[in-house]
């Protein structure tokens, strides 16, 4: 082989030896640095990474925000109808955050509470983020029984359309 050829061989392997090295790299930090939305139905079945950072999504339940008196601290939980997640944040909340609103908070758990470190609210009355109406949608579709109390009769209640038993 040619001295010459020899060497732009050697350049070329080096090259893309470094240019695979760095694709490697950037593919391993986006990865890490990745925060998937959640919803609680999908925390409960154990499906959100335990100790890594992800997005809790769904909807403030009635009655459950407390203010930690003296402090920024504030407790709520967040639901999407079917399960709960307890959340505890440090720090100033958005203006739009209240009971029954849409939001999406970013932290991890810790404990069995999610433990928040971002919070975001939803703008206005019409609005709600399209990875939490699919997150609710999809608790909806793998809750084909509603739970006691929503009017609904589910499989296996006795009772046909129509009211006859």
């Given at each position: 082989?040619?001295?010459?050829?020899?060497?732009?061989?050697?350049?070329?392997?080096?090259?893309?030896?470094?240019?695979?090295?760095?694709?490697?790299?950037?593919?391993?930090?986006?990865?890490?640095?990745?925060?998937?939305?959640?919803?609680?139905?999908?925390?409960?079945?154990?499906?959100?990474?335990?100790?890594?950072?992800?997005?809790?999504?769904?909807?403030?339940?009635?009655?459950s925000v407390h203010?930690?008196?003296?402090?920024l601290t504030t407790?709520?939980?967040?639901?999407?109808?079917?399960?709960?997640?307890?959340?505890?944040?440090?720090?100033?909340?958005?203006?739009?955050?209240?009971?029954?609103?849409?939001?999406?908070?970013?932290?991890?758990?810790?404990?069995?509470?999610?433990?928040?470190?971002?919070?975001l609210a939803k703008?206005?009355?019409?609005?709600?983020?399209?990875?939490?109406?699919?997150?609710?949608?999809?608790?909806?579709?793998?809750?084909?029984?509603?739970?006691?109390?929503?009017?609904?009769?589910?499989?296996?209640?006795?009772?046909?359309?129509?009211?006859?038993?």
């Amino acid at each position: 082989m040619n001295p010459v050829r020899k060497r732009r061989l050697i350049i070329t392997l080096l090259i893309l030896g470094a240019v695979a090295v760095a694709t490697g790299l950037s593919v391993f930090a986006l990865q890490r640095n990745m925060t998937y939305l959640y919803s609680p139905s999908e925390v409960d079945a154990g499906k959100a990474p335990d100790g890594h950072a992800f997005r809790l999504g769904g909807i403030v339940k009635e009655g459950s925000v407390h203010r930690v008196s003296g402090t920024l601290t504030t407790d709520f939980v967040i639901t999407d109808r079917f399960q709960s997640i307890p959340v505890t944040y440090t720090g100033i909340l958005p203006d739009l955050f209240r009971v029954g609103q849409s939001t999406i908070t970013t932290g991890s758990m810790k404990g069995g509470k999610f433990v928040a470190t971002q919070v975001l609210a939803k703008h206005d009355a019409t609005y709600m983020p399209p990875q939490v109406a699919q997150a609710i949608a999809k608790a909806k579709e793998e809750h084909r029984i509603p739970k006691a109390g929503t009017g609904d009769q589910g499989p296996g209640t006795g009772k046909q359309p129509g009211g006859a038993p």
